[in-house]
């Protein structure tokens, strides 16, 4: 139940196309929804997040799509640009246990765009 | 200005050896992880601090003792390394209370690699 699995494992998109990758979890108590961005060398880095009474957040060309009643939510990466080579992480938590947010991570999707 | 400083950034040593890593965050936060991510990319939480109490410890080994002297630093000790304790470790920290909440800030890890 704290599960969060996400989908492709990796993705070659061609440059100015839409990337997507996919996550679903179990636990209704989830109630932040992160996506972190993974360069090799680096940690990883909040690229934006959404709470479950919206079905859909958007900053420039990445926009979250939250499906409640499906329990699954996805990434949209519009024009999709070299320099958004990275590994992506989707991720969720209850954030009412105040002292300490646990993150569950997804399994990461290897992303590649290529020019 | 580095938010989050790991030391050092690769760590190589025999089996057996006791080696520890140092985190140090300049945020103000009151919360500091712990993350292991392996070969495959996956990220897991070890352990969590507030304010130098231990929140969360997942099913480590105990071989692995983290310790917070201060609400700014978090190091992880570990006893008799074994092969499969080579892996990337991330030290991260979070203002649960404050304007970023959940986001937590990631260091630039520390690549362990047990021969």
């Known amino acids: 139940q704290q599960q969060v699995k996400q989908s492709p494992q990796s993705l070659i998109v061609q440059k100015g196309g839409i990337s997507i990758i996919n996550c679903a979890y179990e636990n209704t108590a989830f109630d932040y929804f992160p996506w972190y961005q993974q360069f090799p060398g680096k940690g990883p880095a909040l690229l934006i997040a959404i709470r479950p009474d919206v079905s859909e957040k958007k900053e420039g060309r990445f926009t979250i799509s939250f499906n409640k009643s499906a329990k699954q939510f996805s990434l949209h990466i519009m024009d999709s640009q070299p320099g958004d080579s990275a590994t992506y992480f989707c991720?969720?938590?209850?954030?009412?246990?105040?002292?300490?947010?646990?993150?569950?991570f997804g399994s990461g999707t290897r992303l590649s765009i290529r020019p | 200005d580095t938010a989050v400083s790991q030391t050092p950034k690769y760590l190589v040593t025999q089996m057996g050896n006791d080696k520890s890593i140092k985190c140090e965050q300049n945020l103000g936060h009151d919360t500091m992880y712990w993350y292991k991510q392996d070969s495959k990319k996956f990220l897991k939480i070890m352990f969590s601090?507030?304010?130098?109490?231990?929140?969360i410890n997942e099913t480590v080994p105990n071989r692995f003792s983290p310790k917070s002297p201060d609400k700014a630093h978090l190091n992880l000790h570990i006893n008799s390394l074994e092969l499969g304790d080579s892996a990337v470790y991330f030290c991260?920290?979070?203002?649960?209370?404050?304007?970023?909440?959940?986001?937590?800030?990631f260091g630039p890890g520390t690549r362990l690699t047990v021969l």
């Open positions: 601090y507030n304010n130098k109490e231990l929140i």
């Open positions: 991260a920290s979070s203002d649960i209370a404050g304007v970023t909440g959940n986001e937590q800030f």
């Open positions: 991720a969720a938590s209850i954030s009412r246990y105040s002292s300490a947010s646990k993150i569950i």
